[in-house]
């Protein structure tokens, strides 16, 4: 199950983006972000392809619905800028897709997968050892926070 869900977020590019906006949406977004602030106009122009400006219009109403794009309103116009950076975003995405892949009892299939997924890549050896300082950093932390790290794990949650 996590294999599939990691290929289709990650593969063509590896962009997590794929999974939360749809084509234009993260087309969109790439202009936001490189451009730090724009109208629709000013989006519009920086599309690779003809997209009329009522698509634009609802495309960034959308995306600020969403949390986004936040907005001011200059004049009768609104000028529109990324909510978060683009690595806020992803790894924003990533926490919330993590969050509700553990939120049921089949953390350890996930876990073993992930292990799996993450040990199959070119350079899975220097993966491996960074996910295993992560842990450790992880358990040092919820030790000084008084949790303590057996009593706290996939078959032990606190109610």
Do not use: C, H
């Not at 109208?39 to 009522?54: H, I």
């Not at 200059?74 to 939120?103: I, N």
């Not at 050896?125 to 040092?140: G, H, I, N």
Request: positive net charge; glycine residues 12%; charged residues 25%.
């Amino acid at each position: 199950m996590f294999k599939g869900l990691w290929n289709r977020a990650w593969r063509d590019g590896g962009d997590p983006l794929r999974v939360a906006l749809g084509n234009l949406e993260r087309e969109v977004m790439q202009i936001v972000w490189q451009g730090g602030a724009g109208t629709v106009k000013d989006v519009q122009s920086g599309l690779t392809r003809v997209v009329a400006y009522t698509t634009v219009m609802t495309t960034l109403d959308r995306l600020f619905k969403k949390g986004y794009v936040n907005r001011d309103r200059v004049g009768r116009a609104f000028v529109y800028r990324a909510a978060r950076s683009r690595e806020q975003t992803e790894a924003a995405l990533a926490s919330g897709m993590m969050s509700g892949l553990f939120s049921g009892n089949s953390a350890m299939p996930i876990l073993s997968n992930l292990v799996d997924a993450v040990g199959s890549q070119d350079d899975g050896a220097d993966l491996l050892d960074a996910l295993e300082e992560m842990v450790r950093e992880k358990r040092r932390r919820l030790e000084q926070g008084g949790v303590s790290p057996t009593t706290r794990g996939p078959g032990n949650r606190k109610p």
